[in-house]
């Protein structure tokens, strides 16, 4: 019996049902005011700070960075600067530079939101979490419709599986930015950890249709189809997801069990192939490839991979014992499969199946009744199986 579970169980693929999107905000520079007193030469602080406005523009950022610096040079209050030279720091990934300048300028004017809006971005390119959480906080009491500020607070608290407040600000996100297809698919995770699996998936379509390149999405929804059992469904999305992404593993994995569950054999089997072939060895599409072709009545196409489970799989060795001798008697090599048994039941005096099979595999071979067929069917019968009881009955009295 196949078995599916999204969670990291050993016949399934493991899907990326973490996936959390965080965006670049979009930074604004403030513009400089005509400054007196210091100056460098005929040039004064204002004079810098217009040249390093000029270069930002111009996306010379390490340009802007020395404008600004020089006119914090000739004055050491000019607040504008510092936020603006925080603002290239932030473009040239210099994150920690860019939080001391923020701070500074956080010093001067600290009711400023989009200030502590940028402080949260910097602090959560160093993943300094908790601290990129405060200041989101403190932005959004300043000014409570920074709808960026609610989405990447949301990614936070993801992070920290707080799911129900992570939906809460992803609502707040795309009632004030309803364009904000990131946040619909962030939501859509939150909504699968609290077990609203239907919710999940209107919210992957929603940021589907405003975001059709959001492979990340289409993939959390064929995911979540496959949590809803709609396989059908579920085999279309991965179908499509595997367009644009052919070499994605998980996804072949999760197709392929979507057509085991359809009865589509010959397809899930090529898809555990084309897995193998970029990964040879990878257990769980041996093991699963191996319970397919069983299930389509391959018999001798699952022995090599019923034979490298026995060898390679510890956990799993005594369940594939036991397939190898369920093949062995659908091939009808009955002596084979009743010694395959019988090593079952040396390791494992309580393997009720293989008490079944090897009584099923003496009455294939020869159908009357012996003291052997009888007492693997008591054996098997009082550890309640009841296809053993029934034959029992049977053949038995």
């Known amino acids: 019996m196949l078995s599916f579970t999204l969670d990291a169980e050993v016949l399934v693929c493991k899907p990326v049902s973490s996936y959390v999107t965080t965006l670049i905000l979009g930074l604004m520079l403030l513009t400089g005011l005509p400054l007196f007193g210091q100056q460098e030469g005929e040039r004064t602080a204002s004079w810098f700070f217009n040249e390093a406005y000029s270069c930002y523009q111009g996306g010379d950022f390490a340009c802007a960075i020395q404008n600004y610096s020089r006119a914090i040079t000739l004055n050491a209050d000019y607040a504008e600067a510092y936020i603006n030279r925080g603002h290239a720091q932030f473009q040239l990934e210099n994150y920690t530079a860019a939080i001391e300048d923020y701070r500074t300028y956080l010093n001067y004017f600290p009711q400023h939101a989009k200030c502590w809006q940028s402080l949260g971005m910097a602090y959560m390119h160093l993943a300094a979490w ?15 419709g920074l709808s960026l500020c609610f989405y990447n607070r949301g990614v936070i608290l993801m992070k920290s599986e707080q799911w129900s407040a992570a939906r809460e600000d992803f609502d707040q996100a795309v009632r004030l930015d309803p364009g904000l297809a990131e946040a619909y698919s962030n939501r859509g995770l939150a909504k699968t950890q609290l077990g609203d699996f239907r919710g999940a998936q209107v919210d992957y379509q929603l940021a589907r249709r405003l975001s059709p390149a959001n492979h990340q999405a289409l993939y959390n929804q064929a995911n979540n189809a496959m949590r809803l059992e709609d396989f059908a469904q579920a085999l ?37 192939t084309m897995v193998l072939a970029d990964r040879p060895g990878y257990e769980p599409a041996v093991m699963n490839r191996a319970l397919a072709n069983i299930e389509a009545e391959n018999y001798a196409d699952a022995l090599p991979d019923v034979e490298w489970m026995i060898l390679h799989s510890p956990a799993h060795k005594e369940l594939f014992m036991l397939k190898l001798g369920y093949i062995h008697l659908r091939l009808e090599q009955y002596d084979v499969a009743i010694n395959d048994f019988t090593r079952l ?9 293989a008490y079944y099979y090897r009584a099923y595999s003496r009455l294939s071979k020869l159908p009357e009744k012996s003291k052997d067929t009888c007492r693997d069917l008591h054996k098997a019968a009082d550890m309640g199986h009841l296809q053993a009881a029934e034959l029992l009955r049977k053949y038995c009295h």
């Open 130 to 144: 908790s601290d990129a959480q405060s200041a989101f906080t403190q932005a959004l009491k300043l000014d409570p």
């Open 345 to 353: 039941i040396r390791m494992d005096k309580n393997a009720r199946d």
């Open 236 to 272: 279309i999305l991965y179908n499509q997801f595997l367009e644009t992404n052919p070499r994605h593993q998980d996804a072949q994995m999760a197709r392929a069990y979507c057509r085991l569950m359809l009865k589509d054999y010959a397809a899930a089997i090529g898809d555990y």
